[in-house]
Structures are given as C-alpha cells and as structure tokens.
C-alpha cells in the first residue's frame, strides 16, 4: 500500500512510503501549504502529523496549523479520508516496537528509530529502502512507519 505521509510547517516534508516493501518510493519538501508532491503512482492511504500545543504557543505553532489544515482539506479533496497523528502518539509507537532499544522523544531518536526498524544505517545507504529521505521528510516518514505499526496492531488485536 503506498502512503503519501507529510509532516507540516513552514517547510513541509513529505513521503510516499511503500508500506508491504517497507521503501520509500519518493520524499521531498514544499513550503507552507503549496503542495508539491512528485510521485506517479497510485497513493492509497494519507497520514498527517497534527501539531498540538503544549503549554504557551508560539507563533510558528499557530502557522503549523493553518498549513495543517489547509493540506488536510487538500488531501481530502484528492485522496478522500486523512489520518492524523499527533508527534506524542509518533514517538511512543516507534519506542514501543524499538523495544526499549531506542526511546523517541524527538526527529533525530525517530530517525534513529526509524532507521533500526529497516535493519539499521545501511536502510539510508545508496540502494536502501530508505534512501534519500533528508531533513523534513524524516519526520513525515516517522509518522508513515507509526501509522502502519498502529494499523498492524490493531489488525493483530481483531484476529
């Protein structure tokens, strides 16, 4: 299934994450709302990082939101239904199937988890599964791999 993930802001990253190869297939990175996605193929899933503030919020915060909901209304339009994950639920997805190994708390422990779910740096390597997924992307992705490990597990709870 091929998942067109973004991570939002005022520069957005972006995948489409095969999730049965577990290969991105495409990554990039747009401004704000102005989505610029280069990807041919079909995209059967969408999932968006929804930010969420957490004690006084800053301005690029409220920023956040608006690219966040002027891409939601976006990915309605083209793909239908959007999942939207918060960073926290991110984070404690790939901690929980890192098991214990890596604990996610930021961009850098999920590409850190990201990449140990994939079979480790090489996954990054010319060739790998991983390769060219660069700064903003990497967060897009965390959220392409969680919302599968979510979807994996729920599906392993209804059997």
Excluded at 65 to 77: A, S
Aim: proline share 5%.
């Amino acid at each position: 299934m091929n998942i067109l993930a973004i991570d939002p802001g005022a520069t957005t990253g972006w995948v489409v994450y095969d999730s049965e190869a577990g290969r991105v297939l495409a990554a990039g990175h747009f401004r704000d709302h102005h989505m610029d996605v280069s990807h041919d193929g079909p995209i059967e899933w969408c999932v968006i990082e929804r930010p969420k503030g957490y004690g006084p919020t800053r301005p690029q915060l409220v920023e956040c939101g608006i690219v966040f909901g002027r891409l939601v209304e976006h990915l309605q339009r083209l793909h239908g239904p959007v999942q939207e994950m918060l960073r926290m639920d991110i984070c404690r997805t790939l901690s929980d199937a890192c098991h214990g190994q890596i604990r996610v708390r930021n961009d850098a422990t999920a590409w850190a988890a990201v990449l140990h779910l994939h079979g480790g740096p090489d996954a990054a390597a010319k060739g790998g599964p991983l390769h060219g997924v660069k700064s903003h992307s990497r967060a897009a992705l965390a959220a392409a791999v969680a919302a599968c490990l979510q979807r994996d597990e729920q599906s392993n709870l209804s059997h």
